[in-house]
């Protein structure tokens, strides 16, 4: 999905039903046709040129109840810096967690966020819900560089904050997977 609002260009997608999720590498292309198709919009009617000051990639993971958690406090099954707490003495009923990280040398910003989305009582389960976002400036080499940059570094932090036992689960082979 392409929404266009006052300064921004957002292009959506996500997992359809019984099909494999789509890639960044094959996203990225049809990205690209729809703003190129933009900006000729904009000469065509004499808008004036698109002016990008910031990039930004954000991926949103949802792992449902019953795929490696039945609890919130078994989020450590999924998520190392949890799995490194021991509460033997309470049980975890909710958290909400958030880190920042820099790409050096200060080229952007990761921004992950985890929270429990609950479910609606009927057809959706509770989720641990996973948002990890890469912002940054624009280069004036090259605007979309940073969109690669941004998945490189989404991809990492998503494989070192989440643990061995999930990448088994989910087949994942090394950061890049």
């Known amino acids: 999905m392409v929404q266009i609002q006052n300064g921004r260009i957002h292009y959506n997608w ?46 949103v993971n949802q792992i449902p109840k019953g795929e490696l958690w039945e609890s919130v406090g078994e989020w450590g099954n999924i998520l190392r810096p949890l799995s490194l707490v021991d509460m033997a003495s309470v049980e975890l009923e909710s958290l909400d967690a958030a880190w920042h990280f820099v790409i050096p040398p200060v080229e ?11 479910g609606d009582g009927g057809s959706e389960t509770d989720s641990l819900l996973m948002k990890l976002t890469a912002r940054g400036p624009v280069s004036d080499r090259d605007p979309i560089a940073g969109l690669d940059l941004g998945r490189q570094h989404l991809d990492n932090t998503f494989w070192n904050l989440t643990t ?14």
């Open 14 to 59: 996500r997992r359809q039903t019984g099909a494999d999720y789509p890639l960044f590498s094959g996203v990225k292309p049809e990205f690209l046709r729809h703003l190129e198709s933009f900006k000729e919009f904009l000469a065509e009617e004499d808008l004036g040129e698109l002016a990008a000051n910031q990039w930004e990639l954000t991926y």
């Open 108 to 118: 952007g910003r990761i921004h992950v966020e985890v929270s429990r989305r609950p």
């Open 164 to 177: 061995e036992a999930a990448h088994q689960h989910w087949g994942a082979t090394n950061a890049n997977s």
